[in-house]
C-alpha cells in the first residue's frame, strides 16, 4: 500500500513546494509589508516593503520610491532581505534536486540510492526555505505589534498595521514546510521492489538456460 501512495506523496509535496515558492518570492517584491491610514486624509494609504515604500491615492494610483541605502532601513527589514533571499534560493535547489529524484523520472532508474538521497536533501533544502520564509514575516509582524502598542509614542503619532505581504509569506512557508515534510516522508516507505516485468524476464531467460543444458 505504501508504494502506491508513494508517487502521489511525492508529487504533492513537489507541488506544495512549488506553491510555496512562488508564494515566497512573491512575498519578497510585495510593498504591502507594513500598511499605514493617516486619520487626517483617509484617501491615502501608506505601505512599506523591503525595497521601496508606496503612498496609494484612490485618484492617483501608486507611487513608489525605493529605499536609498540598505543601512538606513531598520533592523528587521535588513535581515529579511538577506533570509528572503535565502528561501527563495534554498526553494529553488531544493525543487530542482527533489525534481530528479522522483520515481516518475526514468533517469536514473538504476541507480536508485542516489535518487533517494537526492530526494531526501531538496526535502530537506525545501523545509529550511520554509522556516527562512516564516521567520523574517513573523519578526516584522513582532516588532510591527511592539510599536502599535508602543506607550512611549503619542496617540495622535499614525501606527503602521500588518501588511497583506505578512500572510503570504505565512502561506509561502506553511506550504514550503508542508511540501518539504511530504518529500521526506516518501523516504519512510518501504524499499522500491523490481516490477513484474523484470520478474518474467528473468524467468524467461532462466527456463531457456535450461533448455539449452538439457538439450543433447
Given at each position: 500500500?505504501?508504494?502506491?501512495?508513494?508517487?502521489?506523496?511525492?508529487?504533492?509535496?513537489?507541488?506544495?513546494?512549488?506553491?510555496?515558492w512562488v508564494l515566497?518570492?512573491?512575498?519578497?517584491?510585495?510593498?504591502?509589508?507594513?500598511?499605514l491610514n493617516l486619520e487626517l486624509n483617509e484617501l491615502e494609504i501608506w505601505t512599506m516593503g523591503?525595497?521601496?515604500?508606496?503612498?496609494?491615492?484612490e485618484e492617483g494610483g501608486m507611487q513608489c520610491k525605493d529605499f536609498d541605502s540598505f543601512l538606513a532601513l531598520p533592523p528587521e527589514l535588513r535581515i529579511s532581505?538577506?533570509?528572503?533571499?535565502?528561501s527563495n534560493g534554498s526553494g529553488l535547489l531544493g525543487?530542482?534536486?527533489?525534481?530528479?529524484?522522483?520515481?516518475?523520472?526514468?533517469?536514473?532508474?538504476?541507480?536508485?540510492?542516489?535518487?533517494?538521497?537526492?530526494l531526501l536533501f531538496g526535502g530537506i533544502l525545501v523545509w529550511i526555505s520554509g522556516i527562512t520564509a516564516i521567520v523574517p514575516v513573523s519578526w516584522v509582524a513582532h516588532s510591527t505589534v511592539q510599536e502599535f502598542w508602543d506607550e512611549n509614542i503619542p496617540d495622535i503619532v499614525p501606527r503602521w498595521d500588518f501588511?497583506?505581504?505578512?500572510?503570504?509569506?505565512?502561506?509561502?512557508?506553511?506550504?514550503?514546510?508542508?511540501?518539504?515534510?511530504?518529500?521526506?516522508?516518501?523516504?519512510?516507505?518501504?524499499?522500491?521492489?523490481?516490477?513484474?516485468v523484470h520478474y518474467a524476464v528473468a524467468e524467461q531467460d532462466h527456463c531457456q538456460c535450461l533448455e539449452t543444458e538439457t538439450r543433447p
Open positions: 500500500m505504501a508504494l502506491v501512495y508513494q508517487p502521489m506523496m511525492q508529487l504533492s509535496g513537489i507541488l506544495f513546494s512549488l506553491l510555496g515566497s518570492c512573491l512575498t519578497t517584491y510585495l510593498p504591502q509589508w507594513k500598511n523591503l525595497w521601496q515604500a508606496c503612498v496609494v491615492q532581505r538577506i533570509l528572503m533571499f535565502f525543487l530542482l534536486l527533489s525534481g530528479f529524484g522522483l520515481d516518475c523520472w526514468k533517469i536514473g532508474e538504476r541507480q536508485q540510492e542516489q535518487k533517494k538521497r537526492l501588511g497583506e505581504a505578512l500572510f503570504v509569506g505565512w502561506l509561502a512557508g506553511f506550504c514550503l514546510i508542508l511540501g518539504g515534510s511530504l518529500l521526506n516522508c516518501t523516504m519512510c516507505s518501504t524499499e522500491v521492489h523490481p516490477s513484474p
